[in-house]
């Protein structure tokens, strides 16, 4: 074994001489800039009246943070996790909760809960009665035939997408994308949809229950096991791919000193024993555990020297004392953008080793913490936003075209870019937000009114005012709560588009069109991005 | 045991994408029937763009002036001097196999560590700069251009001390610094330094989302999945409204942001509209002449990219730094041989076009491309691939590439501590002699710590 300790000091004696150097750097930046900047106003002065300034809306692409856990983390604390209590809920709360808790409210959801004690309202997501209910039409394709998740493509992401637009276990859906995140599967290198859904049904199953459990069984889920070469870790050509990514990105996380790299060759060893078959006709099958492909000797992992087995490999990670902290902030990060304080910290652990690892008493203390509440908003994932406009007109599935228009936006399911998941620190980009508007503008297919309305289709009023147009167009998405700054703009859109006076075949027509442009300024609206 | 995964089911989601996006093409730009600007004697990109100016006059407030988008953007562009140089930074996901790309097949060592995966001596061509070394037959196009001296080679490149992680050693060489927390990209650190407020596309990535090597902290950087695609239109949404609900999309995005969330949206809003704009005769050009490159490229999105950047840069776009993700994963636990190959041919055969391209537009005197990868795999084969390892492969390639190795190849007798390739030249050099020789800039004002690491002669 490798000196744990030095090797870290010696990194983190590196990234303190990075940071100051950081600092260093931006200092020159900015007197570069400065440089930079009058010299360019110089010269662009012989072009232009100074009145036109240039530099007008600087900003840059770094991302927003994610919450990741501390090196040094607190000690778990059996102190009560801070809580908001159980007030009744407001509108705003129920809408942030219906987000990230689901996937946005349905018409009327929203102001439904609103004064109902908070903790009820919370309760109702955490602990829902089984089995779910799914409400509303079955999902279908643009032929009007069932899905057929097992076998074409893009039915998979659709076939879950209904689950999330109509399953009244809102949560338990979320948790599920949130778990597919966290143990990031790709049917890329999988190459078996019904596998994937299996492993997609595991998580479901599993996502309000304890996480040592859910681990263990995703260590040795079918889809995990080829994703990450399990089935090709045997005593005689170990292979370190699940090995490294148990620990860096599913329990411990990496740069914290938590593991070596001779402990991932020593995991990858106690990993060793799974096998499966392989035909033209069944693709891979069979998956099992065959101890004479087990590595059986001893293994020394963080220290520990045992006969270990895969199962072992699991409790050696969960009781790491590394891991509670890694397992809340990480579940944290999902709810909440924002770090939870050094008490917040303690006491969520506490709770998860208290609670034998329970994933549903964690997602309970997040979503009833003042900083779920009260701190700043979170980007919207594409496929939540793409189920939530869903939701919010109460248009079923009845296209596969989402697969395609989530992928273009950064999220297609099923098919995570890596095994780290998908990058939430960003979501928008001048690509994605392209893309959004494309997806926005496929929900609003069926319903939007058609400007020219062949024969025995209705024409659009063609005296609608601007002020009735933005309500009907907020309407349209169950009224959505818009900042004041974003509406006031829209409205401005309203009132001056129309460059009267029209012709009167022109009002109708440009009154559907002006319709339409509302929608979709609304659904692609910055805050309708953010929750 | 498994038939793992990889090569020939990457190909066919690939190609499911490329479907899709080539089912975008055949949606229109407006509807049917709907009357252009009539009667405004303008082309509806000016339409636009005066539309789009008088929206902000009465939205933007003291933030934005009038003529800001037209003004912007025809500066940019005017700026751009055919001189400017620009760098393309292509990144071979998950970590190649430096030892199959650039084999030393006739160490005997290599045999040892290497009894499955071993490419044999003679199969491909012999690297003129160590005999000892052999190119992969899938890459034997960049040896066609490292023959011709336009191929720098980094044969153990890397960092100390190394990290095994894909994700924490992907991010020391996105942020050109070995700093967990790092956020801005070492690409993007350059264009806050010499960038414009509303020119996004000057750091531009050629995907489906942000490279985060490009994350700035000041300046508008651009992604863009296929330029010649990147329209909006709307269901029911045609002239004369689409102009100014255009012009309010963006709009909307400059307005006031209270989180970092909100602003990651407006932003995203705001030079989405810029983009579009920019890209709009782009676009048009694109659609109406068809291809003009006067070289072939192979089929495939990568090659569709790189070809579609070579007519950027000929139509004089304001572009600085580019990212490309390579085809494919590099991250061969198993089945390393397939995987490897096949990701090599869909790569090497795209970017020697591209080349090609460049020197026939007459553009190659302005363009570096940087090819790299988070790491090398381990030397000792696990079966039927490698583990991560470190002590990896990057080229610099380009008609002003210096095109003589960087650092030897250290040979595979004398392992590090990890069993791992030992390490000859650091990335961080790389990039402090880009900067200074290839962008004119000085390399402590980008990379922390620039004072210690040597700087090759890279441009010649």
Redesign the interface.
């Known amino acids: 074994m490798?000196a744990t300790g030095t090797?870290t000091s010696?990194?983190a004696d590196?990234?303190a001489?990075?940071?100051a150097?950081?600092a260093?750097?931006s200092k020159?930046?900015e007197e570069?800039?400065k440089k930079?900047g009058k010299r360019r106003k110089h010269r662009?002065t012989r072009?232009?009246p100074k009145?036109?300034?240039?530099?007008?809306?600087?900003?840059?692409?770094?991302?927003?943070?994610v919450p990741v856990a501390p090196v040094s983390p607190p000690a778990p604390s059996p102190a009560p996790v801070p809580s908001v209590g159980s007030p009744p809920i407001t509108l705003a709360q129920a809408q942030r909760l219906l987000w990230r808790a689901g996937f946005g409210p349905g018409p009327g959801q929203a102001e439904s809960l609103v004064g109902q004690p908070l903790e009820e309202v919370v309760f109702g997501l955490t602990r829902p009665s089984d089995p779910p209910t799914l409400t509303g039409p079955e999902p279908v394709n643009e032929e009007g035939e069932p899905l057929e998740p097992d076998t074409a493509?893009g039915d998979d992401h659709c076939w879950w997408l209904d689950r999330m637009v109509r399953s009244n276990q809102q949560l338990v859906e979320r948790l599920t994308l949130i778990f597919h995140d966290w143990f990031a599967t790709s049917?890329?290198?999988?190459?078996s949809q019904p596998l994937m859904l299996e492993q997609n049904e595991l998580l479901r199953s599993m996502a309000l229950g304890s996480f040592d459990q859910l681990f263990l069984s995703v260590t040795t889920n079918p889809a995990m096991?080829?994703?990450?070469?399990g089935?090709?870790n045997?005593k005689?050509?170990?292979?370190?791919?699940y090995a490294?990514e148990m620990m860096?990105?599913f329990s411990l996380g990496?740069?914290r000193g938590a593991y070596t790299?001779d402990d991932?060759r020593e995991m990858a060893r106690t990993l060793t024993g799974w096998?499966?078959e392989?035909s033209e006709q069944r693709g891979?099958y069979d998956f099992r555990f065959d101890p004479s492909y087990h590595d059986a000797g001893k293994k020394t992992v963080f220290e520990q020297a045992g006969k270990w087995s895969y199962e072992d490999a699991v409790r050696l990670c969960v009781s790491h004392p590394l891991h509670p902290s890694f397992f809340v902030t990480k579940l944290w990060g999902y709810f909440i953008?924002t770090a939870p304080s050094e008490a917040t910290l303690a006491a969520l652990q506490g709770l998860y080793t208290s609670s034998s690892y329970s994933i549903r008493a964690v997602v309970e203390a997040i979503l009833q913490h003042p900083d779920f509440y009260e701190g700043?908003?979170?980007?919207i994932p594409p496929v939540v936003y793409n189920a939530g406009l869903l939701r919010s007109i109460s248009r079923p599935i009845d296209t596969n075209a989402w697969a395609?228009l989530s992928?273009?936006a950064?999220q297609q399911l099923f098919?995570p870019p890596?095994?780290?998941g998908w990058?939430f620190s960003?979501?928008?980009?001048?690509?994605?937000?392209?893309?959004r508007?494309?997806m926005?503008?496929y929900v609003?297919?069926k319903t939007?009114?058609?400007?020219?309305p062949s024969q025995g289709e209705p024409e659009y009023s063609a005296t609608e005012d601007p002020t009735t147009a933005l309500e009907n167009a907020l309407a349209y998405w169950a009224h959505p709560q818009l900042?004041a700054?974003?509406e006031q703009?829209?409205a401005?859109?309203a009132q001056?588009?129309?460059?009267e006076p029209l012709a009167s075949w022109e009002r109708g027509p440009?009154r559907?069109?002006?319709?339409?442009?509302l929608r979709?300024?609304i659904a692609?609206?910055?805050?309708m991005?953010?929750s | 045991m498994a038939k793992s995964c990889s090569c020939e089911d990457f190909t066919r989601s690939q190609l499911l994408r490329r479907g899709v996006a080539v089912a975008g093409k055949g949606l229109p730009n407006i509807e049917p029937g709907m009357p252009l600007p009539a009667g405004t004697g303008l082309d509806r990109r000016t339409f636009l763009l005066r539309s789009a100016g008088a929206a902000l006059a009465v939205y933007g407030s003291s933030m934005l002036s009038p003529r800001h988008f037209e003004e912007g953007i025809a500066q940019a562009s005017a700026e751009t001097s055919t001189n400017d140089p620009v760098l393309v930074s292509i990144f071979m996901e998950g970590g190649w196999d430096a030892l199959s790309v650039l084999a030393p097949v006739r160490e005997t060592k290599y045999k040892e560590l290497r009894p499955v995966l071993g490419l044999t001596e003679g199969s491909g061509k012999v690297f003129t700069e160590d005999e000892n070394m052999m190119w992969h037959p899938a890459a034997a196009g960049l040896a066609e251009l490292h023959e011709e001296g336009k191929v720098s080679v980094f044969p153990a490149i890397g960092y100390e001390p190394s990290e095994e992680s894909h994700f924490t050693s992907r991010h020391y060489w996105e942020v050109g610094q070995l700093d967990a927390n790092a956020r801005s990209g070492w690409m993007g650190r350059y264009l806050d330094l010499v960038g414009e407020a509303n020119n996004p596309l000057q750091g531009l990535s050629l995907d489906y989302s942000l490279a985060p090597a490009l994350a700035t902290e000041t300046m508008p950087v651009a992604a863009v999945s296929s330029p010649a695609d990147y329209t909006m239109w709307a269901y029911g949404l045609g002239e004369p409204v689409s102009a100014s609900a255009f012009a309010t999309f963006g709009a909307l995005g400059a307005l006031p942001a209270p989180s970092p969330a909100y602003a990651q949206a407006r932003n995203a809003s705001y030079d989405t509209s810029l983009v579009l704009e920019e890209t709009a005769n782009f676009v048009k050009t694109e659609k109406e002449s068809g291809d003009h490159s006067p070289v072939t490229y192979p089929a495939g999105e990568f090659a569709e990219r790189l070809a579609s950047l070579a007519a950027m840069l000929h139509t004089g776009m304001p572009i600085k730094c580019v990212s490309l993700n390579a085809v494919g994963s590099y991250d061969t636990h198993a089945s390393e041989v397939d995987t490897l190959a096949t990701n090599l041919e869909q790569t090497i055969p795209a970017l020697v076009a591209f080349q090609r391209d460049l020197e026939a537009r007459g553009l190659d005197q302005r363009v570096l491309i940087q090819l790299w990868s988070e790491f090398g795999r381990r030397p000792q084969e696990n079966g039927s691939g490698t583990d991560h390892g470190a002590g990896g492969l990057a080229f610099l390639i380009g008609t002003r590439a210096a095109g003589k190795m960087v650092g030897e190849f250290p040979g595979l007798t004398k392992l590090d501590e990890n069993e791992n390739v030992i390490r000859t030249s650091d990335y961080r050099g790389m990039y402090c002699s880009l900067l200074e020789q290839w962008f004119q800039t000085e390399a402590g004002l980008v990379i922390p710590e620039a004072a210690s690491f040597e700087r090759p002669v890279l441009v010649a």
Request: proline share 5%.
């Open positions: 490798k090797a010696k990194r590196a990234r001489r990075s940071r150097a950081g260093e750097t020159h930046a570069q800039r930079h662009h072009h232009k009145t036109h300034h240039r530099v007008t809306h600087a900003h840059g692409t770094v991302g927003v943070t493509w049917n890329n290198q999988v190459n096991l080829l994703f990450l070469n089935t090709s045997n005689w050509d170990p292979n370190e791919n490294r860096e990105l990496a740069d790299e991932v096998r499966n392989w891979n953008p700043p908003e979170m980007v395609w992928a273009n950064g098919y890596n095994v780290s990058d960003r979501w928008l980009d001048t690509s994605t937000a392209r893309a508007w494309e926005a503008s609003t297919s939007y009114p058609n400007p020219w900042s700054e974003s703009c829209i401005t859109f001056s588009c129309l460059h440009c559907a069109m002006r319709q339409n442009a979709m300024l692609t609206s910055p805050d991005q953010v």
